[in-house]
């Protein structure tokens, strides 16, 4: 995480990224054990990524939108808890 924002800059020079638009943020374990980064992109830059791979190290990898969104498990309504 701490020198991502570099390295997807020198991996991918056909991107051109903006140091500016690019928005590590947190890592986090998903099925089968595999790695996950959601990283923060500007508008212009999120479609030129999502119609291609990305290189990470040794790794290329896919690219998927991550959308979070908060669900009550009371009512099944969303953008609030059961707590709230």
């Not at 997807?8 to 595999?34: D, H, I, S």
């Not at 980064?37 to 690219?63: A, D, Y």
Request: hydrophobic share 35%; with cysteine.
């Amino acid at each position: 995480m701490e020198n991502a924002e570099e390295m997807l800059q020198t991996q991918n020079p056909e991107l051109m990224l903006n140091p500016w638009e690019v928005v590590p943020n947190f890592t986090y374990r998903g099925k089968r054990n595999a790695q996950n980064m959601v990283i923060e992109f500007g508008p212009q830059t999120r479609q030129k990524i999502l119609s291609t791979n990305l290189k990470i190290g040794w790794h290329i990898c896919k690219t998927k939108v991550y959308i979070l969104v908060n669900r009550c498990y009371k009512c099944s309504r969303f953008n609030h808890k059961a707590s709230d």
